[in-house]
């Protein structure tokens, strides 16, 4: 079974970058799509980016041109680059594949 685990969040500026990845095991994240998701405090799940087999990539309208999501082969990564953040980004970001979840990761955004 696939096994999913991010890393990489932490505490940031507005205006700031972040890069958050997600490292794929039991598989190769080649082989399968690979969806990023959040959730702030007291509100859904919500859709952020995800990339297919194919490699190619779909974001939600609230990072679409501000976050950049891509796969390194070689070290069985999906890594989510965020740029221009803004304090409702905060939140813990979470991998997901093949019914799988990752434990998630905190992403703080402020001054």
């Known amino acids: 079974q696939v096994q999913l685990v991010e890393s990489g969040g932490g505490l940031v500026q507005p205006g700031g970058s972040l890069k958050v990845s997600c490292a794929v095991s039991g598989s190769t994240s080649s082989n399968y799509g690979v969806n990023w998701y959040r959730q702030a405090p007291g509100k859904q799940r919500e859709f952020v980016a995800g990339?297919?087999?194919?490699?190619?990539?779909i974001y939600g309208d609230a990072v679409k041109g501000r976050f950049l999501l891509s796969r390194d082969t070689a070290k069985n990564t999906v890594n989510l680059q965020m740029t221009s953040l803004k304090p409702e980004d905060t939140a813990v970001y979470y991998c997901?594949?093949?019914?799988?979840w990752g434990q998630g990761t905190q992403v703080t955004v402020s001054s």
């Open positions: 997901y594949s093949r019914d799988v």
């Open positions: 990339i297919a087999v194919s490699g190619a990539t």
